[in-house]
């Protein structure tokens, strides 16, 4: 594909992106980062040919067909909307934004351009994910009454992301499958958080929303596993039905089937080398960017919807667990 792509923010993530471009073919044209060495270090291992310092001049230099934004939370908004305002589809990494009124603002951005804007819930194109939801819209269990989320990390997450809430680093994620698998939005949360000394923000967030239909979910994130754990993850969604249960066990990635031929579903999502659902919801960004109208895998206003549950989580752990209701959308 020749599009021209750029990717905005070159850090942990943004590398992410570069290989999973990388992995479908299409060559990163340019980054953006305020820090130089770390611009440029990420240019130089994919040989990216242009880095600049603000998106304002990637625009004005390179004027990229689309672009990934992969900063921090707090800068997707001036990012997003100064790439939609120019007319340059983006995806935002999740979360779209990390406060409720910059979540607004990208979407409302994306309405009056009508510019495309994806934002970053990743597993909707993970493999398994993906095949547990197939099941669930085929009727396969039922009605569904419950979603289960399980998140473990590592606790090096506290030292990477100081400031950052689990409710809108990690568990962002959760909500988003609660809020695919349901089809419901959530009109109702109550959370709880856990600190460990030494450690700026909660360690674990505990909650328990109820969507709209019904349906009830719960989330467990926590930052506890030791650094050196070998296998830093224990991510479980469990999906209950009324004509039966559905897992995804990221723990214990095991084949379905070894036979003539190999099945297995691809348990990646994002690689150092590419590929995985990364590269699967890159794919998709670009078959939307180059005109192709897959479905719409997930729109602007869930990322919206997911940045209000967040918000709300915080809300009611600082209140000890009070009931928050979220207005109708
Ligand atoms: N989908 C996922 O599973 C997943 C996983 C990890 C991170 N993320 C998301 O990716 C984003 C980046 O996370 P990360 O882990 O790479 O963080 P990071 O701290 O490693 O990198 C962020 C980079 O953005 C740069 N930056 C800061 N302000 C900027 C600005 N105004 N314009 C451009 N660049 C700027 C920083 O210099 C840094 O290099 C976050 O939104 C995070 O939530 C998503």
Redesign the pocket.
Known sequence: MSLTVAV?????????HVAAYASLGVRVGAL????PA??ENLASAFGVPRTFA??EELIEAVRPEAAS?????H??R??AVTLMTAGIPVLV???LADTVRDAEEIVAVSESTGVLCQP???LRFSAPHRALYDALRAGELGEVLAVSSRRDRSRALSR??PGAHPAM?TAV?DIDLALWYSGSPVTEVRAVTQSRSGAVSPVLVWAELRHESGVVSSIRNAYLLPESSPNPTSDLVEVYGSGGVGHVDLAHPTLLVQAERTQAPDWL??PPGGGGA?AAELRHFLDRVAGAQPPETVRPADGLHVVRVAAALIDSAEAGGAHRRLSPV
């Open positions: 905005v923010g070159a850090g942990a993530f943004g590398a992410r953006v980062d305020p820090d770390v611009r603000r998106v934004v992969c900063s921090p939370g800068a997707h001036d990012a990494e999740k979360p970053g819930h990743i990477l992301y680093l994620h999502i994002s990364l």
